[in-house]
Nanobody, 125 residues
């Protein structure tokens, strides 16, 4: 079992930045591939970005590529999401997710075993 807790959400103006963090506990955090998903009001949850267990590979949705950066610190059991040049369409609840499997499909939420409770990000225009 892995417990995930997100933090760092808030209200920011368009063009601004936020940094989200996800703290993991329970099993060995470094064994898990990690991802961020988000869900906007009235929409389905969508993939944002993922990082492999070692941090050696990262994957991004086209909508955030070049603006968002995922990173991890296995010594601190954390994964972070640096979000720059935020847009109103980035407004959503952001969820941290974890999985052990190394299936090379990163954007399907059904492949992730553990989820955090989410943190709200609101970008005003």
């Amino acid at each position: 079992q892995v417990q995930l807790v997100e933090s760092g959400g808030g209200l920011v103006q368009a063009g601004g930045s936020l940094r989200l963090s996800c703290a993991g506990s329970g099993r060995v955090f470094s064994n898990y591939n990690m991802a961020w998903f988000r869900q906007a009001p009235g929409k389905e949850r969508e993939f944002v970005t993922a990082i492999t267990w070692s941090g050696g590979s990262t994957y991004y949705a086209d909508s955030v590529k070049g603006r968002f950066t995922i990173s991890r610190d296995n010594a601190k059991n954390t994964v972070s999401l640096q979000m720059n040049s935020l847009k109103p369409e980035d407004t959503a609840v952001y969820y941290c997710a974890a999985r052990r499997s190394y299936i090379t499909i990163w954007n399907q939420e059904g492949l992730y075993n553990y989820w955090g409770q989410g943190t709200q990000v609101t970008v005003s225009s």
